[in-house]
């Protein structure tokens, strides 16, 4: 269970990564239905640490605080000081070896890196450290492309959002869906984004056109129709060629996989909140069958929509 987390401050700190987890982790929400955690800062010894900004902050807490933590978090910090000090690392380790979550934010990665967290697992940091991290802790399988990358309770994330992206996720994992969409309401963020979807995409094409914006929020709402690229680009009133390149413009994707991920959310959030059949979960997020959506989650998500169920849906399912 996910209730006690405890951020690591190292010097240099980055303010806003830091803030993502008193955002996501620190707030109480419990009076809105969303889950309560025992939230905490600390660093090597208590006392002033300097952040990237030019402020400093005062801690309260020493490395202790890490030791029944279910999560511990390590914030983006300064690269060029000198190596993370040893105790932290140990820390580090220790939580992971006794069962806990390691939730990296940008360049926290790096400490991940030196605590040897890494070593055989894939993982992601900002895209601009992405081949220094890899040259530097090369047993890691470093990913540049991606937002967020769960490997063995090693949970690393990209720049700035990409750190709320994966601490919902968390919580969406640990909590389940109706946890992790109070944060993200109460946020006003997303309360899933897949963790394989690009860190970034190409400026929009310079165009007088409208954005898709209205046309993603149109599909959305009607994943269980079948939708072909000429339908979609006549819809946008766009030859399918201009749609094609302005649609993996401004998504970073093609309109296939967009629509895999948004009906593969769908599913799960029907398999979490509700108590349907999974022909009827296939056919409202417009998988169509049962056979489908079995195949694309053992593909994407390495299970099968009822083990998926067993493990993430309450015990009484919200009604439909």
């Known amino acids: 269970m996910l209730r006690r987390v405890t951020a690591v401050l190292l010097p240099d700190t980055s303010p806003f ?46 490395l202790s605080a890490t030791l029944d933590a279910d999560l511990v978090v390590v914030p983006a910090y300064g690269l060029r000081p000198a190596p993370v000090p040893e105790p932290v690392l140990a820390a580090l380790r220790a939580a992971h070896e006794r069962g806990a979550w390691i ?54 994330s990209a720049g700035t959002a990409a ?70 680009a006549a819809r946008a009133l766009m030859s399918e060629r201009t749609f094609a390149r302005r649609f993996r413009a401004e998504t970073g994707t093609t309109p296939a996989a967009w629509l895999t ?14 108590d349907v059949g999974v022909d009827e979960v296939a056919r409202r997020s417009g998988f169509g069958t049962a056979a489908v959506l079995r195949h694309h989650f053992a593909r994407t998500l390495g299970t099968s929509p009822q083990a998926y169920r067993r493990t993430f849906a309450p015990r009484e399912p919200a009604p439909v």
């Open 163 to 232: 750190g709320i992206d994966a601490s919902l996720y968390l919580v969406r994992r640990e909590l389940g869906a109706a946890a992790a969409a109070v944060i993200a309401r109460r946020m006003v963020v997303p309360p899933h984004r897949d963790g394989g979807q690009a860190q970034y995409v190409d400026t929009p094409l310079p165009c007088d056109a409208d954005t898709l914006a209205p046309l993603l929020a149109w599909l959305v709402e009607h994943l269980e129709e079948e939708h072909t690229v000429p339908d979609l």
């Open 103 to 156: 939730l990296s934010i940008c360049s926290g990665a790096y400490a991940l890196g030196e605590a040897g967290l890494l070593d055989g697992r894939a993982c992601t940091t900002h895209w601009m450290h992405a081949a220094d991290l890899a040259q530097r802790f090369p047993a890691a399988r470093v990913d540049p492309s991606v937002l967020y990358v769960d490997a063995d309770r090693v949970l690393t």
């Open 17 to 62: 990564e830091l803030g993502v987890a008193c955002e996501v982790f620190g707030i109480d929400r419990t009076d809105t239905g969303g889950p309560g955690f025992d939230f905490r800062v600390c660093a090597l010894e208590p006392g002033v640490v300097p952040t990237k900004t030019g402020f400093s902050l005062l801690v309260e807490h020493d």
């Open 261 to 274: 991920r948004q009906r593969l959310v769908r599913a799960q959030e029907l398999l979490e909140r509700t």
